[in-house]
């Protein structure tokens, strides 16, 4: 594959530090070097410093990527998001822009059940083209590595479909796909009124299959008032960690219902959304070392004020992490720049908080922080060159693609 090597950033931000999720004030030691460089070979760093001593033994065959004047940074890891469903819910956001709230909407029939009907609708190659077409947007916005979930299936054979659709991702397209079974997102309308048979069918018949299978890597559910209970939230985890999952949890989204604090009693790696969490909730996450996943882009595309508490976390030492929920209903957005712009006005994180957060913190959300998240020697070479000249720059210009290129395995992919 040869080498590759990069001179001349304006900031090369390595991220390298302790081999662990950074809590607390580590979130703002981003490592950087001024003018940096690095060699790439066979796509994995091989060295990490000034451009002079890059230069230095610069080996004869190596393409040289001259990135004066411009910031690169780690390829960014999106650790939430559902990029596999059928058609939109562009009409559900013109609703809600006339003042109807995703609550009403999904009472009527709308929200993830609409979306489940269109998704039962289409066929797997149907949506594979839709998910490939979307993995080039997230590509576009500098993210290297994400989270997939399923979870608009809601039957044994839809809900393998999708994650059949997420296995081909990985295989066609450049972004590394980690999988999550998300069968407990919504109760399906043919188990309207007996929500312990759908738990029933999803620990009985569905888990056993997709670890079978070996499609998922992680199981989720919807814990939430009018979804799941913490009763069901119990029965389904604890069964899909026998199984040999590890957990994530849509915890404390709408309403507070002790979502946190169920997460660190079961062993979840993470805790995500936490809008409604407060200081008990914290506390449970930090005894339990769970790591809370903050999506503030689906409370601003919701249209809604309140944020988690991403400041009272961050000083309580959890090693917090940032991801887009990328999703056809309440998060309608692949970009991660434009997450850390939220994250910086909304919920008061530094810039530096925030590039901790959609690196090197939610590669180790996903177990894969002993390879990816950090430009490191031995670690993946995914990194993204960006048209600025200074880090903050990304969250700043809010709205505008600073993405000059992407690169993938030491492969240039955008
Ligand atoms: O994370 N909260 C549950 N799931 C998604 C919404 C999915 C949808 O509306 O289709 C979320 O916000
Ligand atoms: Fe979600």
């Not at 060295?47 to 004047?69: F, H, K, M, T, Y």
């Not at 269109?118 to 190659?125: L, P, Q, V």
């Not at 993995?135 to 994650?163: D, H, N, Q, V």
């Amino acid at each position: 594959m040869g080498s590759v090597a990069v001179l001349h950033s304006a900031q090369l931000m390595t991220l390298a530090g302790p081999a662990r999720p950074r809590s607390g004030a580590e979130m703002r030691e981003l490592g950087i070097i001024s003018g940096g460089g690095m060699l790439v070979r066979d796509g994995v760093i091989e060295q990490v410093g000034s451009s002079e001593e890059i230069e230095r033994n610069l080996p004869n065959d190596a393409d040289v990527l001259e990135a004066r004047g411009r910031v690169v940074l780690p390829g960014f890891v999106d650790a939430h998001a559902h990029p596999v469903f059928g058609g939109d819910r562009v009409e559900e956001f013109e609703m809600r822009a006339r003042g109807a709230t995703y609550e009403e909407i999904a009472a009527q029939g709308g929200g993830i059940r609409s979306t489940v009907r269109k998704t039962r609708a289409a066929s797997e190659e149907e949506l594979l083209a839709l998910a490939q077409k979307r993995a080039e947007w997230f590509l576009r916005c500098g993210t290297t590595t994400m989270e997939a979930k399923s979870g608009y299936g809601l039957s044994l054979e839809e809900e393998l479909k999708m994650l059949r659709v997420i296995r081909r991702l990985n295989e066609t397209t450049p972004i590394e796909f980690v999988a999550t079974f998300l069968g407990a997102h919504a109760l399906p309308e043919e188990y309207e009124d007996r929500p312990n048979e759908y738990a029933d069918c999803l620990v009985e018949e569905m888990l056993p299959e997709v670890v079978r299978q070996e499609l998922a890597e992680y199981c989720d559910i919807f814990c939430e008032h009018g979804y799941f209970d913490a009763v069901s939230t119990r029965r389904v985890l604890s069964a899909a960690r026998a199984a040999g999952l590890q957990l994530r949890m849509h915890a404390d989204q709408l309403t507070n219902s002790g979502g946190a604090a169920l997460a660190a009693e079961l062993g979840a790696v993470t805790a995500d959304h936490l809008e409604q969490t407060e200081e008990e909730g914290i506390a449970a996450m930090k005894a339990a070392g769970v790591q809370p996943v903050l999506l503030p882009a689906s409370v601003y595309s919701l249209g809604k004020t309140r944020y988690p508490m991403a400041r009272d976390m961050i000083d309580a030492g959890l090693a917090a992490v940032l991801a887009t929920d990328f999703n056809p209903g309440s998060s309608p957005t692949p970009s991660l720049p434009m997450v850390m712009s939220l994250a910086c006005t909304q919920m008061k994180m530094t810039p530096a908080e925030c590039l901790t957060s959609i690196t090197v913190n939610a590669a180790y959300s996903l177990g894969r922080g002993g390879r990816i998240g950090s430009l490191e020697v031995g670690k993946r070479a995914d990194f993204v060159v960006c048209d600025c000249e200074d880090y903050r720059e990304l969250a700043y210009w809010f709205g505008l693609p600073l993405i000059h290129s992407v690169y993938i395995r030491g492969r240039r992919e955008l």
